[in-house]
């Protein structure tokens, strides 16, 4: 909640009482209010095209407590930059108008409203605007003489923002501009004579992107030809060579200008030997650089326009320096062969010439001229040679060698387990010059090559082997074209492992119902191969019973003698590389052995016995007392007499 106060306050009377002061004051100068909204709105859509006028509504909502007009700030943002800020007195929307909306309007706008400290900030709408206008090209001249400037302007109507012009020679760019105008202006040369074809294009780049515009109408330039050519003569007029005394002369002609003039340069080679405005005269003797043909080179230059003639002059060619074979191994012999493949045969002949090896240490002579059998040594070695003739000697470039290294410790390994019906990965390695070429066989049978061409990267094989049985394997490797010399490993033997199956469990006795101290075997058999470890397990536990790694498929678990204790349900586990198997269960039980049967049969008929010796004992005496304490009545006889 925010107390405003009035934008006027009224002069208050004296003699007013202070408490009726305060209270008036407060009641008519300050309104209590809140900003519950602000909306931006787009209209007619957030997708317009280049043209449109874009409407930007920003609406708010405020409560107040007396419903009278507050003074609001509304500030419109793109990109969070701030491009317009109005201040009104009303409660209406506030109203942004974009007349004729450009691609450079492409934004999020937001609408800010502030009412004495108080703001709130709409959320973002993005104002989406495409099309841009297609570029429109102007040129001074149609017409222009080589070398001279042509100027063009380029306009991207209506549109604003940062822009990029570009202009085009035949769709080759030949001149860039940046600006914050929609127009721009400038010149450049067109590179040859003929008829050129221009046309200009731009991009406006926006705080988010860069659009680009389409191509503009095409202009047609006609360049002409300047009338001039360099001339070079070298006398005296008849055929020259190499070591002949010399005069040059480098001039223009056909040049009819007035108003322009024109530079000559005259040089040998790479060497400038004069420079002026009109012609040239040079005296020399044809003596070339041992490493350089001998060429005379005349330039006129105008506009930035250059034309060139030039003249060689050669007593024989600058040698070429050339092996065979291509490629050498160290230790190998190769043949080095030094020739000019021209001379003037008016002045020598081929055996005129003189061919050296540099270094020449120890070189088998061939006998040919110019060629040299060398043996490859262990490193790289640069070797040059020269071809001399009338006092005239020149020089070869630079042939370096670099002698090969054969295939060396070729290793093959397996990177995987090899289990049956299942891929592997088989390495192949050696030492050598790059790129080597691997083979693998398998059981002498090629299965794959591999080329590698990169340093201490190994030969990777995929293989399956479908059958169990004996199974070799061996790279062979080779990094020379014109040699059989091939690098070969030792066999490697494969131990194939076949997953395990078929699991069965067996006990003996085969009654699973077992008296104490009796014997209990079980036997655990799989079908597949060793070393197979083997686990046998009583239900409930994570301990085994016993472990044994054998190479048989069998295992044996032996309790003997069995008690009460053993009574449980047991099972075997096997595993052996390539896969786990689980018997089933079997519940064995142990009971109570016979002659503890016997023992308490007759333990329970003595027990009886004795009871009944107990009782009849009791009775008997019981039987006893009786009489001792019983006395009869006395009777008299009498006897009766017939």
Partial sequence: MFWLPQPSVAMVPSGTPKYNLLTDFVKSHFIEFKIQSVELITEPRNDVTAGTNVTLRCHATVSTSTGKGLIREYTILKNDKIVYTKTIGSSEDFVYQLHNARVFSTGLYQCKLDIQGDTKLSKAQRLNVQGLSQPVLHLKMNVVNEGEEVRATCIAPGEIGSFIFFFFDNDEQISRVEGLSNQVKTAFRLSSAGIHKIHCSYKIRTAEDTFPSTKSNNVTVSVKELSITPALKISPNSTIYEGDHLN???????????????????????KLLRTGNSTINHNMVAAPKASEAL????????????????????????????????????????????????????????????????????????????????????????????????????????????????VSALKISIEDKVILKKSFTILCQSNGSLPINYTLFKNNVQVGTKVIRERNRQAVFMDVIKEPGEIQYRCEAKNSLHSNKTGSSQHLSVNVIVPLSQMTLAVIPSSLELSEGEELHFICSVNGTGPVTFKWYRTGSVVPLQTNTTTETYSILEIKPVSKNDSDEYYCEASNGANKVRSEHVNVQVVM???????????????????????????NIKSKRGRETYSPPSTQASVVYV
Avoid at 256 to 270: A, D, I, R, V, W
Avoid at 317 to 326: I, R
Avoid at 373 to 380: G, M
Avoid at 601 to 619: F, K, N
């Fill in 248 to 270: 040059i002369s480098c001039s223009a002609q056909n040049f009819h200008s007035s108003s322009e003039g024109y530079k000559l340069f005259l040089s040998q080679g790479t």
């Fill in 295 to 406: 060429t005379f080179d005349c330039r006129v230059e105008v506009r930035n326009v250059e034309k060139y003639t030039e003249k060689k002059i050669s007593l024989f060619s600058v040698p070429s320096l050339t092996m065979s074979p291509t490629e050498v191994f160290q230790g190998e012999i190769m043949t080095l062969t030094c020739n000019s493949d021209r001379f003037a045969s008016q002045r020598i002949n081929r055996e005129d010439l003189d061919y050296t090896l540099y270094p020449s240490k120890n070189l088998p002579s061939s006998g040919k001229p110019g060629v040299f059998n060398v043996k490859a040594l262990q490193n790289d070695f640069n070797y040059t040679c020269s071809a001399e003739a009338k006092g005239i000697k020149k020089d070869s470039k630079t042939l370096m060698i670099r002698p090969k290294v054969h």
């Fill in 593 to 619: 052995a016979p002659w503890k049967k016997g023992l308490i049969v007759v333990a329970c008929l003595l027990l009886l016995l004795l009871v009944l010796l107990l009782v009849a004992s009791m009775l």
